[in-house]
């Protein structure tokens, strides 16, 4: 298997308990890749990990056991290599708008002058369309311009991969569409590796390329990576047009409703490798199945989902 | 909530006032006296007394026109025990300003280092929580014999008050820093130096200025009372001189000055507050 850009090796959680005992793992055994310039969607439910994951892959949390590995280095603390956006914004609300985006360019390039700085970060806070809140304080803007800011921030210094924490978590469904629009374009332009996390399946649909669905914890797995066969301009008014959309839609859905516990305890059937999760193209499913690519094969699919739920269910 | 008129709170002070000054002239109204007293004994003890009359509190426009004189005249010097009101104030102001600024270079640091330093916070939170309640004036015979000089005992009882309310205080600012705020730092890879300068000390600033706001409070009450005890100059001492005196007039004008100064300092400090705060 060739050397994925970003790769997660046996990646374990435990938090110790209230009264100091360790707990049981949150998740343990995740394995996934990602590529360069790949935008991946991590779907599941509360409390399987998921920020956790986010958190271990920023440097700001430390795994129990397992490595991170990115562009060929362990991963080991927080870096400017990898931009976090964060849930809650996280902007610093005694700063302007333009000032939040130049700590951390100041930080990126030490060496710059003044209005280097200041240039650059405009551009990026323009990119996001707030060239006309430049001056503004984090308190004076809305949701949706607050998290722009943080994109224009975690987008200026120009990381290698992007982290974002159910950036749209807390937007209204307006906010959230024109702000997803722009991420789609911003992230087209710049071929930025992404790895978002959401709640939101049409969210998923509309961002990822490889969407990862996480089974509940404890023990949480990456049950499954579902591929989106769409092509990669979509647009949130055409997309649900399209005839793989309600496909994928449906297994994303089904997979939240009725699966995701099935995960849980350690005994998982022989067929399921936490290393390969399987691989499922959902849009293509009526459609002749590719050559051989053993665990994307869609054919093999409807062998081991039946064995998973018979033996979780035991 | 109904909203009154601009006019109508002032309006309702100056009618209080004026009840308050009322109340105080009539309470206060000479009942001449048919004793008849030698002249020279009365200019000695004053003219109340002498006579035996009730009251020896003056009315409020002896208090007036003693005040009169001295906003008329702050600043002269007759000596060790008659000096202006405008230099016993300034030996006051001076004595807090300089307590408070150095007990502010020791609390803000050390402060930062409890907040951010759990281990720091609990090997030293047994110390905090024993000298906190001390009443600052108990340290000062202490600081007479070690240090042997009023002045500057008087400065270090003003120091160890004024310590405790901003140490508390930063220590909590910077413990509670928004975790979100230093994890965007940490992400950034901004060094601990430019974080603690351009984060935590933004974040937490409010918290520490309402610390130095409730500790120049706390001086200020403290140095009437150490001036009191160690005499010489300042306020405090021109109050216990004037008691001495027996010039209660000087003593209702002492107090009146020391309110209006105290509340100036707070509002200084509440302006300095308003000026780091931030909203969020």
New interface residues.
């Given amino acids: 298997m060739s050397q994925s850009f970003l790769k997660v090796e046996r990646l374990a959680r435990t938090f110790p308990t209230a009264d100091g005992k360790p707990g049981l793992p949150v998740f343990d055994d995740i394995h996934f890749g990602i590529e360069r310039g790949e935008f991946v969607c991590v779907v599941g439910h509360s409390g399987c990990g998921k920020t956790t994951i986010l958190n271990i892959l920023a440097g700001l949390d430390e795994a129990t056991s397992g490595v991170v590995i990115m562009d060929g280095r362990e991963v080991r603390g927080p870096s400017l290599d990898r931009g976090v956006v964060f849930q809650s914004h996280a902007l610093l609300p005694w700063l302007s708008t333009l000032k939040n985006v130049e700590f951390g360019v100041r930080s990126r390039w030490p060496d710059w002058s003044k209005t280097q700085v200041q240039e650059h970060s405009t551009k990026y806070l323009e990119m996001v369309g707030l060239g006309q809140a430049l001056h503004k304080k984090p308190s004076e803007l809305s949701g949706g311009m607050k998290q722009r800011v943080g994109i224009a921030r975690a987008f200026a210094i120009q990381p290698k991969m992007l982290l974002l924490d159910e950036p749209f978590g807390a937007l209204d469904a307006l906010a959230r569409g024109t702000i997803q629009d722009e991420l789609v374009s911003i992230v087209q332009a710049t071929h930025q590796t992404v790895f978002m996390i959401t709640h939101d399946v049409d969210e998923s649909i509309l961002l990822a390329d490889k969407i990862f669905l996480m089974s509940s914890g404890p023990h949480a797995k990456i049950a499954e990576i579902v591929e989106v066969t769409m092509p990669r301009e979509r647009t949130r008014h055409t997309i649900h047009h399209n005839p793989q959309y309600y496909k994928i839609r449906n297994h994303l859905v089904d997979f939240l409703v009725n699966r995701s516990q099935e995960y849980a305890g350690a005994d998982i059937s022989d067929t399921y490798d936490p290393k390969h999760p399987p691989q499922v193209r959902p849009g293509l499913a009526d459609e002749m199945p590719s050559p051989a690519k053993t665990p994307t094969d869609p054919a093999v699919q409807a062998v081991v989902l039946p064995l998973l739920q018979t033996n979780a269910s035991n | 909530m109904k909203t009154h008129k601009a006019w109508l709170a002032p309006l309702l002070s100056v009618l209080f006032l004026g009840l308050f000054l009322g109340i105080w002239y009539l309470a206060t109204m000479q009942k001449e006296s048919a004793v008849v007293v030698d002249p020279e004994y009365a200019a000695l003890v004053g003219k109340a007394a002498a006579t035996g009359s009730k009251s020896a509190v003056p009315n409020p426009t002896e208090v007036a026109i003693k005040l009169w004189g001295h906003i008329k005249d702050p600043f002269y010097d007759h000596g060790t025990n008659d000096k202006g009101v405008g230099i016993q104030l300034g030996y006051s102001i001076g004595r807090v300003l300089i307590g408070f600024f150095l007990a502010a270079i020791v609390a803000i640091p050390l402060g930062f280092l409890i907040g951010m330093s759990p281990l720091i916070h609990k090997a030293l939170d047994p110390f905090i929580q024993v000298l906190k309640p001390i009443s600052p004036l108990a340290w000062m015979p202490l600081a007479l014999y070690t240090i042997k000089d009023a002045n500057i005992s008087s400065i270090f009882v003003i120091f160890i008050c004024s310590l405790w309310p901003m140490l508390v205080n930063t220590a909590f600012g910077v413990a509670t820093v928004?975790k979100?705020?230093l994890?965007?730092a940490?992400?950034?890879?901004?060094s601990p130096l430019?974080t603690a300068f351009?984060?935590i000390l933004?974040?937490a600033a409010p918290t520490i200025m309402t610390g130095m706001r409730i500790s120049v409070g706390i001086a200020w009450l403290v140095i009437v009372a150490a001036e009191m005890l160690v005499g010489g100059t300042g306020i405090g001492y021109f109050v216990w001189n004037e008691w001495n005196n027996l010039s209660i007039s000087n003593i209702i004008n002492a107090i009146l000055l020391i309110g209006l100064v105290g509340m100036l300092l707070d509002a200084i400090l509440n302006r300095l507050t308003k000026v780091?705060t931030?909203?969020?």
């Fill in positions: 928004r979100d705020w994890n965007v940490r992400t950034l890879e901004v430019r351009q984060v933004p974040a780091v931030y909203k969020e």
